[in-house]
């Protein structure tokens, strides 16, 4: 017989493996859209990773027997996130594309701060808690020390893309707020499927008036580039995150996205031969440390609020 406790710990631990799955695919992103960017404009790319992701969700939900047709008052709540998802994805790949995936997966990494902001104040069902936010200063700082040196100016990006990846996460941050608003109404499987098939319709239609530059024939590499974001990224990890977001706190599953920078960098080693910062081990145990303090004092019902 399973005790309230057991049942507790499994819960806490399938979390955790699912936020840090997610986390893990997400890391790998930067480098995929830099070399899908290599062979296809910008908007081409994000209309094959939408259209693939639409595909996935689909035979997911046809496979489970899940409705995938929506009445109108969850269509117009699907339409926000429409919007929000194909700014968010838009800023982040031209911004990538103007900068190196090291500092891309890092810009795009305080996007719990954005989203612990707009949780606070526009959900209202997820305070911020004091111990919480010294958590994520201190993960932070892991990352600024991982990536000191690739923080500094010059180097192969601009201040441009970085400003457009800093754009992408207070996004980011707004949608995840957004969805824990919306999810309660519009089915996860529904909301994803029907968003990106949305998305990638305006992306077809927005590059074909747009872009008007030679298609290059995708390399292996490309396709697998395309593939990962589509299939993956947009996929399976956004099935799972927006599962997440509807059983559990934001503030108590997004700052496992902190581990998402260390694996950005190891793929751009090794696809990009990006070398990996001198302070890697000692921002990885600041993060690490950072990700402990957040997941406990998450879970804990004596830390004190901010207002």
Known sequence: MTTSGEAHSRE?????????????????????????????????????????????LGVFAIGSGLPLRADGRQLRMIAGNVVLLVVQIGLFTVGTAQTTSARSVVIVNTF?????????FITHDSPLRRSQFI??????????????????????STSAGDLLVLSAAAVMGLKIAYVRRIVDHVPPVQL???SSAAAAALCVAASAAFETHEYRRLTPAGMASIGYQGCLASGLAALLWT?????????????????????????????????????????????????????????????????
Request: hydrophobic letters at 55%; charged letters at 10%; one cysteine or more.
């Open 243 to 307: 599962l997440l977001l509807e059983r559990n706190s934001p503030n108590s599953v997004t700052v496992f996205r902190l581990t998402s920078p260390p694996v950005g960098v190891f793929f751009g080693w090794l696809i990009l031969s990006e070398e990996p910062s001198p302070g890697l081990l000692a921002g990885c145990v600041l993060i690490v440390a950072g990700i402990l303090c957040v997941h406990h004092r998450s879970n804990s019902s004596t830390a004190e609020a901010i207002p």
């Open 112 to 120: 719990p701060f954005f989203a612990a902001l707009a949780c606070h």
């Open 192 to 194: 994803l499927f029907v």
């Open 135 to 156: 958590g994520l200063l201190l993960a932070f700082s892991g990352l600024s020390a991982v990536f000191a040196h690739r923080l500094s100016p010059g180097g192969a």
């Open 12 to 56: 806490t631990l399938n979390r955790t493996v699912m936020a840090l799955g997610c986390a893990l695919i997400w890391g790998g992103q930067s480098v995929a859209v830099k070399v899908s960017l290599f062979e296809w404009p910008p908007l081409a790319v994000m209309a094959a990773r939408f259209a693939l992701a639409a595909a996935v």
